[in-house]
C-alpha cells in the first residue's frame, strides 16, 4: 500500500524561484548598511503608494498573478528602507538568524511603525534578546517517529509539508524550521505517508509547514491523492495562513482541486481586523462556497491583538467573511517570540470580556499548548488569578 501511494510524488514548492533552489537555505547574507546615514538615505526613496501596490496587484484574476506577489517579497534587511521609514542596520543581525519574507500584498497594508501589521511582519531586535525560549517548546522533534510528522495524539497526526510561507511571521512557533529549504524534501513528504498508511490508528491529518498552500496546485494534489488513497485516513485538515497573508493564492483553479477531496477543513490564521480586507473575503468565500469548512486559530500577541475591543472586532469580522472563531492560542514560548508573550490572565481577561457581550459564535476556546509537549489545554475565565 505504501509504495503504490507513494511512487511517483514529486514536490514542488510556488512562486518564488529561490524555492526551487533545494541546496541552499533561503536566509540572505546581504551586506549590513554601512551606516545609519546611508539607511535613512535608503529610507526617503520610498515607493510612493504600497496601498496602491497591493490594488494593482488584487486586481489580476489570473490564476498565476500570486507568483508575482511573492517574487517581489522583501528578503533582506537592506531593502526594508526602500519602502519604510526604518533604520536596516537595527535589524539585518535578526534577518541573519530568522528568514524574512514579506510580500507586496501584506507590506500594502502597514499603514504606520509599530501598527499591529508591522509588529507581525518587521523584524525586531528583540527577537535576539529572549532568555525564557526555546527551540522546540512544544516539544515537536521527541514525538516525532519519521522526519516531520509530530503523533502526539492517538488518532491524529501533524504532517508538515512545507517550509515556506508567503510571509514569515516574527511570532512562529516553528522559527527552527521555517524558511529554510531543506527541513521539507521530497523524501520527507514521501516517508511521512508511508508512516500515515501503516498507522491503522490515525483517521485525522493535519497539514502544515510553512503553509501547505505555497506548494504548487500539482503538488497539493498530489499529497492529498496519497492521503485519500489511505482508507483509515477519513479527515484531512490544512493550516495555512495564506488567506490572511496573500489571499490572491486562492484561485479558481485551486480550489476547484481543494474540493475534489472532501470531507477537507481549513483552519487559517487571522490576528488583527486591519488583515480583513476585501481580498481576503474573497479568497475565504471562494474556499466556503466550495465548501470547506474554515475556522480560524488567532494567537494573542502583545501588542497586536491585546484588547478585547480589538479581539471583539476581529471575532464578529471573521464571521462576516465565513469564518468562524476556533481557538486563541497564548504565545509559545519559542526562542525569539518573548517581546509578543502576554500573562495568561490577559488572555482569560478577554474571553471574559466576549461573553455575555457578542454571539457565541464570537468567542473562541482560549487554550495553552504546554511545553514540553503535553498537548492543548483550554482555560476558562473563572481560572485568572490562579495561573502564571
Same mark, same amino acid.
Given at each position: 500500500m505504501a509504495e503504490k501511494i507513494i511512487k511517483g510524488f514529486t514536490l514542488?514548492?510556488?512562486?518564488?524561484?529561490?524555492?526551487?533552489?533545494?541546496?541552499?537555505?533561503? /536566509? @540572505?547574507?546581504?551586506?549590513?548598511?554601512?551606516? =545609519?546615514?546611508?539607511?535613512?538615505? =535608503?529610507?526617503s526613496k520610498k515607493i510612493e503608494s504600497r496601498s496602491n501596490l497591493r490594488l494593482v496587484f488584487s486586481r489580476e484574476e489570473d490564476d498565476d498573478s500570486w507568483r508575482g506577489l511573492l517574487a517581489r517579497s522583501i528578503t533582506k534587511a537592506v531593502d526594508l528602507p526602500k519602502h519604510l521609514c526604518m533604520d536596516a542596520i537595527a535589524v539585518h543581525d535578526?534577518?541573519?538568524?530568522?528568514?524574512?519574507? /514579506?510580500n507586496p500584498y501584506y507590506l500594502g497594508l502597514i499603514k504606520e511603525i509599530n501598527d499591529p501589521l508591522w509588529l507581525q511582519a518587521i $523584524?525586531?531586535?528583540?527577537?535576539?534578546?529572549? $532568555?525564557? !525560549?526555546?527551540?522546540?517548546?512544544?516539544?515537536?522533534?521527541?514525538?516525532? &517517529?519519521? &522526519?516531520?510528522?509530530?503523533?502526539?495524539?492517538?488518532?491524529?497526526?501533524?504532517?508538515?509539508?512545507?517550509?515556506q510561507c508567503a510571509m514569515y511571521c516574527r511570532f512562529c512557533t516553528r522559527k527552527r524550521k521555517v524558511g529554510r529549504s531543506l527541513t521539507v524534501t521530497e523524501e520527507t513528504i514521501a516517508s511521512g505517508i508511508e508512516y500515515i498508511g501503516r498507522h491503522r490508528e490515525v483517521r485525522d491529518v493535519l497539514l502544515s509547514g510553512g503553509d501547505p498552500l505555497l506548494l504548487t496546485d500539482k503538488s497539493i494534489e498530489q499529497i492529498l491523492k496519497a492521503l485519500r488513497q489511505i482508507p483509515h485516513v477519513e479527515i484531512v485538515r490544512i493550516g495555512t495562513r495564506v488567506p490572511c497573508t496573500l489571499p490572491q493564492r486562492i484561485t479558481p483553479r485551486l480550489v476547484n482541486m481543494l474540493k475534489k477531496y472532501h470531507p477537507l477543513y481549513?483552519?487559517?490564521?487571522?490576528?488583527?481586523?486591519?488583515? /480583513?480586507?476585501?481580498? =481576503?473575503?474573497?479568497a475565504c468565500g471562494r474556499l466556503a462556497d466550495a465548501g470547506i469548512p474554515l475556522g480560524c486559530q488567532t494567537v494573542l500577541l502583545r501588542g497586536v491583538n491585546d484588547d478585547a475591543a480589538i479581539m471583539k472586532q476581529l471575532m464578529q469580522r471573521l464571521l462576516r467573511i465565513r469564518v468562524r472563531p476556533?481557538?486563541?492560542?497564548? =504565545?509559545?514560548?519559542? @526562542? #525569539? +517570540?518573548?517581546?509578543?508573550? +502576554?500573562?495568561?490572565?490577559k488572555g482569560l481577561e478577554i474571553i471574559e470580556a466576549l461573553r455575555g457581550h457578542t454571539s457565541g459564535l464570537c468567542v473562541p476556546t482560549f487554550v *495553552?499548548? *504546554?511545553? !514540553?509537549? #503535553?498537548?492543548?489545554? &483550554?482555560?476558562?475565565? @473563572?481560572?485568572?488569578?490562579?495561573?502564571k
Open positions: 514542488q514548492s510556488s512562486g518564488d524561484p529561490s524555492f526551487l533552489r533545494k541546496e541552499e537555505d533561503t /536566509i @540572505q547574507e546581504d551586506e549590513p548598511p554601512s551606516s =545609519a546615514g546611508e539607511a535613512q538615505s =535608503a529610507a535578526v534577518t541573519r538568524r530568522y528568514p524574512m519574507r /514579506i $523584524p525586531d531586535f528583540k527577537e535576539l534578546n529572549d $532568555p525564557l !525560549g526555546v527551540e522546540d517548546p512544544l516539544n515537536e522533534e521527541e514525538q516525532s &517517529p519519521v &522526519p516531520n510528522i509530530t503523533h502526539r495524539y492517538p488518532d491524529r497526526v501533524l504532517f508538515l509539508v512545507s517550509s481549513i483552519n487559517t490564521h487571522f490576528n488583527h481586523p486591519l488583515e /480583513i480586507t476585501p481580498e =481576503a473575503a474573497k476556533y481557538y486563541l492560542y497564548q =504565545a509559545d514560548l519559542t @526562542q #525569539g +517570540t518573548g517581546h509578543f508573550r +502576554t500573562p495568561i490572565d *495553552v499548548d *504546554v511545553p !514540553g509537549g #503535553g498537548g492543548k489545554t &483550554p482555560l476558562l475565565p @473563572q481560572e485568572r488569578g490562579k495561573l
